[in-house]
């Protein structure tokens, strides 16, 4: 990798925040828009949504959902309907005060998330038992108006999905809660390579209006946590705001249970956080828009670029496979495609083609490997999932390297002043605690494991009896 290469990324333990920006720009993921928070998302980004969107799209379908769309205005009555979820996203709401030159009647909000909206349409097309459970699910864009922002982490504008049902009872919304958020960790762990803590946000936490929130957490490589996914169960707060009710099968008129859960493109920048280093992203196999490159080398000569497509059109039968056939060097190939984290770059010219053979070299490791060119199509999904694995392990072990654990409050506060990480610790369930702890350390609560282990009896914080214990880290 030439210098010129190395001076287009800040390295990451130099400026952190700013190696993140360089990468989305130089690997053509986001561009800036004219409006200040929001982001184009250009055609690789997008391509990389969608592998993840087609991944995710499909689990929700095979648990039994429907997708549909809801309107992207809320009346502002209609929003003030559920009193702590309106007061929950009062400071991000963006309002449209007025249509051409006539100022509205009411203020319109631009939807910041759709319990509403599903509320009122629930009411109007559930009566009976029967009806139930309406299990619906929605992919989208909504507005939050954010006073600091950063491309896929925190944008005025996100896509996203968003999924809210209704059941007859709290336990089958208990079990619906529970099985979105393991099809979240499912993705994240599985497609992404990214290792989740599952468990329930604290009270203070939680989602605005819902009963209790379940969360999977990821560290980042700066040792920052991100909340990647969570899951809502609402209980019947929504329900009686709205009046959602249907007939049970004794005749009696009952409240509905709902949940809600979502999963957005900031997940773009956990995988670029998690996985990506110096030379810019590494992408796993099963989320990368190509997974294999392949670099005629001297393509000028006889025959390098036939059978250059030659190897394309074969294994495209297995993996996304691209071609770069333009007449830049391959050095800056190398460069582009290690920068944009194809997982895999397959190299052939004319002595490769004499010998029977081509060479590929992993993004994740860099290691060239020679293979015979009639065992490609035998040993590259081999070599995929082996870099889909090495992936995860690796941002595993590094989660575990940087978990601690601490017993008293002191030693709380000198991990958090010396270091970056999770770290577990126990709880009273206090809010005060909490509150404290933010104060002093900078860190907040990420969730409570549902695996959860005892390490003391007492609170880190107030020396109370311990109720649970929470994994605490500074987040984005």
């Not at 049902?165 to 099985?179: F, M, R, W």
């Not at 030693?411 to 909490?434: H, N, P, Q, Y």
Request: proline content about 4%; glycine content about 6%; overall charge negative.
């Amino acid at each position: 990798m030439g210098k010129e290469f190395v001076k287009e990324i800040t390295a990451m333990d130099e400026d952190f925040a700013q190696w993140y920006t360089d990468v989305v720009k130089k690997a053509d993921l986001v561009d800036y828009s004219s409006v200040r928070g929001s982001m184009i998302i250009r055609p690789y980004g997008y391509a990389l949504w969608e592998n993840i969107k087609d991944e995710l799209d499909r689990r929700i379908k095979e648990t039994g959902h429907e997708n549909v769309y809801m309107p992207l205005f809320i009346p502002e009555s209609l929003l003030q309907k559920e009193k702590d979820h309106i007061e929950g996203f009062a400071p991000e709401v963006a309002w449209v005060t007025h249509g051409g030159e006539e100022e509205l009647q009411e203020r319109l909000c631009v939807r910041p998330t759709s319990e509403v909206l599903f509320g009122e349409h629930y009411k109007n097309i559930i009566h009976s038992y029967r009806d139930l459970p309406k299990l619906y699910n929605q992919w989208a864009n909504v507005v939050r108006w954010e006073k600091t922002t950063r491309p896929f982490l925190r944008t005025l504008e996100f896509l996203w999905q968003e999924g809210h049902t209704c059941h007859a009872t709290d336990e089958e919304a208990l079990e619906e809660t529970v099985k979105m958020l393991n099809v979240y960790a499912e993705i994240c762990e599985n497609i992404l390579a990214i290792p989740v803590i599952k468990g329930q946000k604290t009270e203070k936490e939680k989602f605005a209006g819902a009963k209790f929130t379940y969360t999977i957490e990821s560290l980042m490589h700066d040792g920052k946590a991100l909340q990647s996914g969570t899951s809502h169960h609402l209980g019947d707060g929504f329900a009686k705001a709205f009046g959602i009710q249907f007939t049970d099968q004794e005749g009696k008129l009952q409240y509905v249970q709902q949940t809600s859960w979502g999963f957005t493109t900031r997940i773009i920048g956990a995988m670029i956080m998690v996985h990506g280093d110096d030379r810019g992203l590494v992408i796993p196999p099963k989320a990368a828009p190509t997974q294999v490159m392949i670099v005629p080398i001297a393509q000028h000569k006889d025959g390098v670029l036939d059978y250059a497509y030659e190897l394309k059109e074969k294994l495209s039968k297995m993996a996304r496979v691209g071609i770069d056939a333009s007449d830049k060097k391959p050095g800056w190939k190398f460069n582009e495609y290690e920068m944009k984290g194809v997982p895999l770059r397959l190299e052939v010219g004319p002595k490769d083609i004499e010998k029977g053979q081509v060479i590929l070299a992993r993004r994740d490791t860099g290691e060239k490997i020679t293979v015979a060119a009639s065992e490609l199509e035998q040993k590259l999904p081999g070599i995929l999932e082996d870099i889909q694995h090495s992936l995860f392990e690796k941002a595993k072990n590094h989660r575990e390297e940087k978990t601690y654990q601490a017993i008293e409050f002191n030693e709380l506060k000198e991990i958090f002043a010396a270091k970056t990480g999770f770290v577990k610790a126990m709880w009273c369930g206090d809010r005060s605690c909490e509150d404290r702890i933010k104060e002093e350390t900078g860190a907040t609560s990420r969730c409570i494991p549902f695996d959860a282990e005892s390490i003391a009896k007492t609170c880190v914080c107030c020396g109370k009896d311990a109720q649970q214990l929470v994994y605490w880290a500074k987040a984005y």
